[in-house]
């Protein structure tokens, strides 16, 4: 609880796990593009920073939800941040990007003294707001013994330790959210299929989610598409961009992507059309 | 109790569901092509019959559990198989066939005076000794009634009714043959990547199938697949049948099919491999 903890991206999910954070007894200081953001969290006791390097505490730990890449290799090679955190200090990245940047990333805090270790999550806001979020972590042990109590009050019990080589935590959260949009796309399909057929798709839903998919992402995917809901899913840049860090991700080290290479493809259709 | 059935098809389903059935108390007359399949059977107390109208009781119930299409439809063409069966009889169709047949064995049936309906199984075998199959059903009301204490004895809880159309059970049982095939190709494809990458797959199947999927299905695959087991699966000639049943049931009502076409192209491939 000693720990100020800088806390860099407050959208859709970093402003409830912010949240939590505070609650938990922690001081925090935010950044955020769009500083109005974190007016919430202003008057819940957090302080505004001016630039991200104006949420790092020397040697302390500062953590990143961002968009993508380019967005947080930016934060990190902003002005002062590297310098600013030194010896001691932790980077925790909880944004989707590729491996291959998780790694990069590491190699940059390394130089510098600090380290970097990642921790992705899986969850939409409410799961956030209610700390039930699914968060594999990978970093060097030490690293992960002094961040663990932070991520236990943003996630809960759904921490999953990937060992100590970064880039596997990050690999695992491109799995996850490549099997998402395949489970998503696949039961539209199948859904789609039903109901010209004349066969209502809400019960088919229930049959389903009662016995061999009876898991969170059919029932709430499910729900979404028999309730015509589910083209905001696919419309979002969200799942085309994750889709494509995993196609990429295998593709660099030659593993087959038939599949996530198709729901590339079908995403990206979808984006035009919205 | 009274009733005395008529079983045909003894494959690796049918023989413990009609195992469970004369458990149940009920009177076996049991066919399969080969015979000597039966032997358990007829010392559990069933009678084997010598071909597939000698199965029949007049306005009783026969049931059928075989490969395909044509092999249902040349039982239910077999010599005095709808001539027996006549005014009253019920024909359960528990194979997974496509619905077009489905409603070509309903109106052939309906043209000798007896009643098609639909029990398309989902579940291992297993699950069939164990009581536990998962059976979307259709057919008229009052079939339904006189034949649901047989489901029962043969699916436990896992009923669920598609309402009185023939054909709505069949389509639903290939909807949740294609999501199985497609999630499980899906994980091979997850999986292989992260194995690729360094990352150990089993810590992953864990990870997804106790949070985001924790559903049956994605845990035995999942399982099969970081075990090395899968391949078993993708060159059984059936997951590639029944997803060519789903791709041309939604051809035939213009649903599209990117993912079960590409899903039986990669099947395709593998029987060659196989």
Same mark, same amino acid.
């Given at each position: 609880?000693? =720990?100020?903890?800088?806390?860099?991206?407050?959208?859709?999910?970093?402003?409830?796990?912010?949240?939590?954070?505070?609650?938990?007894?922690?001081?925090?200081?935010?950044?955020?593009?769009?500083?109005?953001?974190?007016?919430?969290?202003?008057?819940?006791?957090?302080?505004? *920073?001016?630039?991200?390097?104006?949420?790092?505490?020397?040697?302390?730990?500062?953590?990143?939800?961002?968009?993508?890449? +380019?967005?947080?290799?930016?934060?990190?090679?902003?002005?002062?941040?590297?310098?600013?955190?030194?010896?001691?200090?932790?980077?925790?990245?909880?944004?989707?990007?590729?491996? +291959?940047?998780?790694?990069?990333?590491?190699?940059?805090? *390394? +130089?510098?003294?600090?380290?970097?270790?990642?921790?992705?999550?899986?969850?939409?806001?409410?799961?956030?707001?209610?700390?039930?979020?699914?968060?594999?972590?990978?970093?060097?042990?030490?690293?992960? =013994?002094?961040?663990?109590?932070?991520?236990?009050?943003?996630?809960?019990?759904?921490?999953?330790?990937?060992? =100590?080589?970064?880039? *596997?935590?990050?690999?695992?959260?491109?799995?996850?959210?490549?099997?998402?949009?395949?489970?998503?796309?696949?039961?539209?399909?199948?859904?789609?299929?039903? +109901?010209?057929?004349?066969?209502?798709?809400?019960?088919?839903?229930?049959?389903?989610?009662?016995?061999?998919?009876?898991?969170?992402?059919?029932?709430?995917?499910?729900?979404?598409?028999?309730?015509?809901?589910?083209?905001?899913?696919?419309?979002?840049?969200?799942?085309?961009?994750?889709?494509?860090?995993?196609?990429?991700?295998?593709?660099?080290?030659?593993?087959?992507?038939?599949?996530?290479?198709?729901?590339?493809?079908?995403?990206?259709?979808?984006?035009?059309? *919205?």
């Amino acid at each position: 609880m000693s =720990e100020t903890v800088g806390f860099i991206g407050l959208g859709n999910l970093g402003l409830p796990i912010a949240s939590n954070l505070l609650d938990a007894g922690y001081s925090l200081t935010v950044y955020n593009r769009t500083a109005g953001k974190a007016a919430p969290l202003v008057e819940q006791g957090a302080r505004l *920073a001016s630039c991200p390097a104006d949420t790092v505490t020397p040697a302390g730990i500062v953590m990143t939800l961002l968009w993508d890449d +380019e967005s947080v290799e930016s934060i990190v090679m902003s002005d002062g941040f590297l310098e600013r955190l030194g010896t001691g200090g932790i980077h925790v990245g909880m944004s989707t990007i590729s491996p +291959e940047m998780a790694k990069k990333l590491a190699a940059i805090h *390394a +130089e510098h003294g600090s380290v970097y270790m990642e921790a992705p999550i899986f969850g939409r806001p409410e799961a956030a707001v209610a700390r039930k979020l699914t968060v594999p972590f990978a970093g060097p042990e030490q690293v992960k =013994e002094r961040v663990r109590p932070i991520l236990k009050a943003m996630g809960g019990e759904g921490l999953f330790d990937f060992g =100590e080589e970064v880039g *596997a935590a990050t690999a695992v959260k491109l799995i996850g959210n490549f099997l998402i949009v395949s489970a998503g796309q696949s039961m539209l399909e199948a859904l789609t299929m039903a +109901e010209k057929n004349g066969v209502d798709p809400k019960p088919v839903v229930d049959m389903l989610t009662q016995t061999l998919f009876s898991a969170p992402i059919y029932q709430s995917y499910g729900k979404m598409i028999a309730e015509k809901q589910y083209s905001q899913f696919t419309q979002s840049k969200i799942p085309l961009k994750d889709v494509g860090l995993f196609q990429k991700t295998a593709q660099q080290v030659q593993s087959p992507t038939p599949i996530s290479s198709l729901l590339h493809d079908i995403l990206e259709s979808a984006q035009k059309q *919205a």
